[in-house]
Nanobody, 124 residues
């Protein structure tokens, strides 16, 4: 059974940084792409960042470009989201997601595995 478990969320002041981690487990889990999405209260879940498991391609949402970075450690089955210069509007539940479908990119509907989410709250 595949599990994605996020950690690293919390409360941070605007301008601060956080690093989210996602631990992937499951013997048969071989993702094509891993990504981060977020959902703020009253809003739809939106794409934040994604990368192919091979590391060859990365996508970053315009709203976080230049501030957030996605990375991975294949040996540890870990994916990270480094978030710098956090803004109030970055407050959301952040979800780690994986897709085993070849050719997947950053579209939410492509992802067939999801974590439970971790809360990120940015205060003024």
């Amino acid at each position: 059974q595949v599990q994605l478990v996020e950690s690293g969320g919390g409360l941070v002041q605007a301008g601060g940084s956080l690093r989210l981690s996602c631990a992937a487990s499951g013997r048969t889990f071989s993702p094509y792409v891993m990504g981060w999405f977020r959902q703020a209260p009253g809003k739809e879940r939106e794409f934040v960042a994604a990368m192919t498991w091979s590391g060859g391609t990365t996508w970053i949402a315009d709203s976080v470009k230049g501030r957030f970075t996605i990375s991975r450690d294949n040996a540890k089955n870990m994916v990270y989201l480094q978030m710098n210069s956090l803004k109030l509007e970055d407050t959301a539940v952040y979800y780690c997601a994986g897709s085993t479908y070849r050719g997947s990119t950053y579209h939410l509907k492509d992802y067939n595995y999801w974590g439970q989410g971790t809360q990120v709250t940015v205060s003024s």
